[in-house]
């Protein structure tokens, strides 16, 4: 298992997705917010980096249904709107901390 690494839905009904690293750190993200940044090859081109995915097609009321633990580097999420082929290394997320102290 990671090390001390969790993930809970938060938010009015599950749209925030809040992860407590293990060093105590804890980010909160809109699920939408990472569902866009998805890198799998279905969302963006993998030789030119092009977007595929649009956001405007991402429900606004989205959720992740489920989560699941890659090794001890990534998460896999599973969205409400059924997608679920996206890894997301915890490196990035947490590149993508939006609070202050990070920003
Ligand atoms: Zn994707
Ligand atoms: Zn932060």
Redesign the pocket.
């Known amino acids: 298992m990671t090390q001390g690494i969790r993930i809970e839905k938060v938010g009015v009904y599950g749209d925030k997705i809040l992860i407590r690293w293990d060093d105590g ?1 804890e ?1 909160t993200y809109g699920a939408r917010e990472i569902r866009i940044s998805c890198q799998c090859a279905e969302c963006v081109e993998e030789w030119s980096k092009r977007q595929l995915l649009d956001p405007a097609t991402v429900p606004s009321d989205l959720v992740a249904e489920d989560h699941l633990m890659i090794g001890n580097y990534a998460i896999q999420f599973l969205w409400s709107d059924a997608h679920y082929t996206g890894i997301f290394p915890f490196d990035t997320l947490r590149q993508m ?1 939006p ?1 202050s ?2 920003n």
């Open positions: 750190h980010s901390c609070c102290t990070c």
